[in-house]
């Protein structure tokens, strides 16, 4: 084998191990889906994980709808649950959120279909 075809080698190895060690170091934290199901209340216009606390819609009219319908509508987000993490996902390294963008499944806090999993 010739010189220049293992330098060829030498660097596409190079590139492969950078591009996999920064895509463990870059993170990117997950956001709600817009399909997501929310219960929102109407009385303070806020919106609420289906796993909320009693005590946010206690003595309140709630009802579930999809989140970006929820935005359209001018709710905002419930900041106790904001506080309790339910709005946020998992933390995804590079490599894991490029290959959902590609269709392949992961830990996750919603499915595609924005149904919530825990």
Known sequence: MGK???IIIVIVISLFLVAFF???YITIDEKIPNNAVVVVTLEDKLCHSIHFDYI????K???TMVCSEAKEKGFKL?????NLGYFRGNRLFLYQYILSKFGIQYNSRWDMNGN???
């Open 22 to 24: 920064l895509g463990i």
């Open 56 to 59: 946010c819609v206690a003595r």
């Open 4 to 6: 220049v075809p293992k």
């Open 78 to 82: 419930n900041s106790h649950c904001q």
């Open 61 to 63: 009219t709630a009802k």
């Open 116 to 118: 919530w999993l825990w």
